[in-house]
């Protein structure tokens, strides 16, 4: 399978605990994206990548979240200090320079 | 302030029939815009896309209308087949292509009935 990937699939974690999540694209695709998505709403857009470059950051990161992508490939997403408001569900998404986003499977995180 | 509006959160249909599910933006500079299908536990699906210099899209089943006036898109399905169930999510971008990050709505869960 050639999809994008995600890993962990699910995360419990304690409040004020650091979580790190990968995400692996799809090979040839340049553009990496990171949402969140709480229930009942749609994926929102956190921050994306153009090869290892971070071209965009929403509001929404805040200085607790960092993403990295070292040598334009996969993807790390970090959260630190996590809070209960932290728990969702986080997409990796990825694409060619346009087109359409193809998505992986998320990454479901718990704080409790 | 959503920028992107479904404000249909469910929608039943009968399996043959047409499904229509709408959306609404208020953004005039989304110039992109998408649809997703969504199944429980996994990463939304891409369906089908339109430009803004279009006003129909169409890919099998699947039919994207647009009317840039009203600021409104609507995603038509026929027939209607049990597989369809599933959480339908409008998408917009502003970068021409879709190459940056997308505006979601919120979903509309299209059930399809037997």
């Known amino acids: 399978d050639t999809g994008v990937s995600q890993d962990p699939r699910h995360k419990i974690t304690k409040r004020g605990q650091n979580v790190t999540f990968r995400c692996d694209p799809i090979s040839e695709h340049n553009r990496l ?80 | 302030d959503q920028q992107v509006k479904q404000n249909s959160p469910s929608l039943s249909v009968q399996e043959g029939r047409i499904s229509i599910l709408n959306c609404d933006y208020t953004n005039s500079m989304f110039d992109y815009f998408l649809w997703y299908k969504k199944y429980p536990a996994e990463g939304p699906t891409f369906l089908i896309s339109i430009s803004s210099i279009k006003d129909k899209n169409e890919d099998g089943r699947f039919t994207v209308f647009l009317n840039k006036s009203a600021k409104h898109l609507s995603l038509h399905i026929v027939p209607s087949q049990p597989g369809d169930s599933a959480v339908y999510f409008c998408a917009a971008s502003n970068s021409g292509g879709g190459a940056d990050g997308l505006t979601f709505g919120k979903g509309t869960h299209l059930i399809i009935q037997p």
């Open chain 1, 33 to 112: 994206y990171w949402y969140r998505q709480t229930l009942g709403q749609g994926p929102e857009f956190l921050t994306y990548f153009q090869n290892e470059a971070q071209l965009e950051k929403s509001r929404l990161l805040s200085d607790r979240f960092s993403a990295e992508r070292p040598k334009g490939s996969f993807s790390t997403l970090e959260i630190q200090r996590t809070e209960q408001g932290d728990s969702a569900m986080y997409l990796c998404a990825s694409s060619a320079l346009a087109g359409e986003q193809f998505f992986g499977p998320g990454t479901r995180l718990t704080v409790l």
